[in-house]
């Protein structure tokens, strides 16, 4: 059966989003293709139609879930008080730990990606460095060089959280990566709740009802 231009672009959009969630909460690896499309309400058979293999739909899974990080970033930066305490205060947020289909693609998939092939890691390092950017543009000149060491320590404060399974140890480390992170930008450490809330990105695990 053959579609009209938009209808096939539509789609195309649709596997791409689930897979973006899947992969982040269940792992590239461990997710089948099967499985994407089934949770796009499309027949296996038309994933062909669209992608000519796995590894393009990772490629665009991982942009498009970079995209929505970076989005993310910069609502922080640009709508709340505070700017850079805003993005590490929602990036070390218990929402976020919770949340991996919808999170961090860096947190989720970083040792994944780095097994991946030479052009899912090179689209992968694109994105990064534009978070990296768009970060440093929030930031005086002379804090600009921390940002990578920043980033990246977010990211394993995030990844330690979600492999813990007792909470409390799980809030001191997101609390002493939130002072330490804080320090290194000249910040002070005010006392702030912790986030908690609906993500703003609707889930496609939520609507599949496939929770841990």
């Not at 780095?114 to 005086?140: C, M, N, Q, W």
């Not at 000149?141 to 492999?163: D, F, K, N, T, W």
Request: hydrophobic letters at 40%.
């Amino acid at each position: 059966m053959r579609y009209g231009k938009g209808r096939r672009d539509e789609s195309r959009q649709r596997i791409t989003e689930t897979a973006s969630q899947l992969f982040r909460h269940d792992g590239i690896g461990a997710t089948g293709v099967a499985a994407v499309m089934s949770a796009s309400d499309l027949t296996h058979g038309a994933f062909y139609w669209h992608f000519e293999s796995k590894e393009e739909l990772v490629r665009e899974a991982l942009v498009e879930a970079q995209r929505a990080r970076l989005r993310r970033i910069e609502r922080c930066l640009s709508t709340s008080v505070g700017g850079m305490e805003a993005v590490i205060r929602d990036y070390l947020s218990s929402e976020h730990v919770a949340n991996a289909a919808t999170g961090c693609t860096s947190a989720a998939l970083a040792p994944e990606v780095a097994r991946s092939s030479a052009e899912v890691r090179a689209a992968y390092t694109r994105g990064l460095v534009a978070h990296f950017d768009g970060i440093s543009k929030a930031l005086p000149s002379e804090l600009r060089h921390r940002v990578p060491a920043i980033y990246s320590m977010l990211v394993g404060c995030v990844q330690l959280a979600r492999a813990c399974d007792d909470d409390s140890v799980a809030e001191d480390i997101l609390a002493s990566g939130l002072r330490t992170a804080l320090s290194l930008l000249g910040i002070a450490d005010r006392p702030c709740p912790p986030r908690r809330g609906t993500s703003s990105e609707a889930s496609v695990l939520d609507s599949q009802h496939a929770v841990d």
